[in-house]
């Protein structure tokens, strides 16, 4: 009988042993895949604000192209009609020239913010990759102080402890 029972013990650790290894192995494998994940998605980051850069270039020279061409009609009216010094087609000329500073500085600021959006959700994916990471890490040494509990108890456990202390 106690042969089987030191069977059972040392199987029943071997187990736990194991159990516990496997589940190190697997949590290290989520850890690197959460890392990798980072890393995708500074990635995607980078990438979309690439792309909002470009669109953001594109809207600026045609809000300048439209500018220009609406002066370029004020001017060509203005010649036609022999307004060419009044105040008139100055202040249109002036106008067109305000309204392009405005938009461009508004677009200037929805660029900026949406940098600033596309920053927090990358900090957000980040820091949840990062606890992703320490949950697993806790894991693993939950899984390291079940396999030390286990142990204690199976050779002897407090008793054993008072055996040697007195």
């Known amino acids: 009988m106690a042969a089987l029972s030191t069977f059972?013990?040392?199987?029943?650790a071997a187990t736990f042993a194991y159990g516990t290894s496997e589940s190190m192995n697997q949590s290290n494998k989520a850890r690197q895949a959460t890392e990798r994940a980072?890393?995708?998605?500074?990635?995607?980051?980078a990438a979309e604000s690439k792309r909002a850069d470009i669109q953001n270039v594109r809207s600026v020279r045609q809000q300048i192209r439209q500018t220009r061409l609406a002066q370029s009609s004020m001017t060509n009216v203005g010649a036609q009609t022999g307004g060419m010094g009044g105040?008139?087609?100055?202040?249109?000329?002036?106008?067109?020239?305000?309204q392009l500073g405005g938009n461009l500085g508004y677009?200037?600021?929805?660029?900026?913010?949406?940098?600033?959006?596309?920053?927090?959700?990358?900090?957000?994916?980040?820091?949840?990759?990062?606890a992703?990471?320490?949950?697993?890490?806790?894991q693993d040494a939950s899984n390291i102080a079940a396999l030390g509990s286990t142990m204690f108890s199976t050779f002897g456990g407090p008793k054993a402890v008072a055996k040697y202390l007195t």
């Open 87 to 98: 105040s008139g087609m100055a202040g249109g000329l002036a106008s067109a020239g305000s």
């Open 38 to 45: 980072q890393v995708q998605s500074a990635n995607q980051f």
């Open 8 to 12: 059972l013990i040392l199987g029943s």
């Open 132 to 138: 992703s990471i320490f949950s697993s890490k806790a």
């Open 107 to 130: 677009m200037s600021d929805i660029a900026k913010q949406n940098t600033a959006i596309g920053q927090a959700a990358l900090g957000y994916a980040s820091e949840m990759s990062n």
